[in-house]
């Protein structure tokens, strides 16, 4: 099984929908949880960090359940430019690295 | 402005050449990290270094080495012993601790 898990996708979806993309993962350590932004053949980018309580950048909200070990990313009012890999990442901090998952694509059409 | 430059951009080889990657950073970050992605995939850890002069192999490092002399530098050389390193090579740094990932463009290495 792998450390970080994400739903494999592709996600197509029509402009203004909501999407949400789910993560598990399995070292109970993991300390830091992020998603970031991948454009194609490009680097990843920072979208956002996960907190317990859950955290919201205008149409982006994140959340982390500790106990069930999941992440969630939500899209609101999703718009073209949304169209990327969304790349779910967990930091431990004892060990001082961090584990992606393979990614989730994204697709918002007219 | 600060940030990761790595190069080159694209380089090709022949097989059995070693290649040395270049990563530098002025954010004044400890860590660095070296990943690979392959496409389709995530990022896979190569190598990363916590402080200057020690770094730890991540969960792909046979066929790469890797140095630290400085605190701006973590160069990549791709070995003639790595059996398949055509690959997205992409070097980050962070402040140590807070697992928040800073990423160069990447360099795009194909094996002829």
């Known amino acids: 099984r792998k450390e970080v898990e994400q739903d494999p996708g592709p996600f197509n979806v029509p402009e203004g929908a909501t999407v949400a993309f789910n993560c598990t993962y399995s070292?109970?350590?993991?300390?830091?949880f992020f998603w970031y932004r991948q454009d194609c053949r490009k680097e990843p980018k920072l979208l956002m960090s996960?907190?317990?309580s859950g955290n919201e950048d205008g149409r982006f909200t994140a959340q982390l359940n500790r106990a069930s070990q999941y992440i969630s990313l939500l899209i609101r009012d999703s718009k073209l430019s949304d169209s990327a890999t969304y790349l779910c990442?967990?930091?431990?901090?004892?060990?001082?690295?961090?584990?992606f998952g393979d990614g989730t694509t994204l697709t918002v059409k007219p | 402005d600060g940030g990761i430059t790595q190069s080159p951009k694209y380089l090709f080889r022949k097989e059995g050449q070693n290649v040395t990657l270049s990563c530098e950073q002025n954010?004044?970050?400890?860590?660095m990290y070296w990943y690979r992605q392959d496409p389709g995939q995530g990022l896979r850890l190569i190598y990363y270094?916590?402080?200057?002069?020690d770094f730890q192999k991540g969960d792909i490092a046979e066929g790469y080495s890797v140095s630290r002399e400085k605190k701006e530098s973590f160069p990549l050389t791709v070995t003639s012993a790595q059996k398949n390193p055509t690959a997205f090579y992409l070097c980050?740094?962070?402040?140590w601790g807070s697992g928040e990932l800073f990423f160069g463009e990447g360099s795009r290495l194909t094996v002829l």
């Open positions: 980050a740094s962070s402040i």
């Open positions: 070292n109970s350590a993991s300390q830091s």
């Open positions: 996960v907190y317990s």
């Open positions: 990442v967990v930091y431990n901090t004892n060990a001082g690295k961090s584990t």
């Open positions: 954010l004044n970050h400890d860590a």
């Open positions: 270094s916590q402080i200057v002069n």
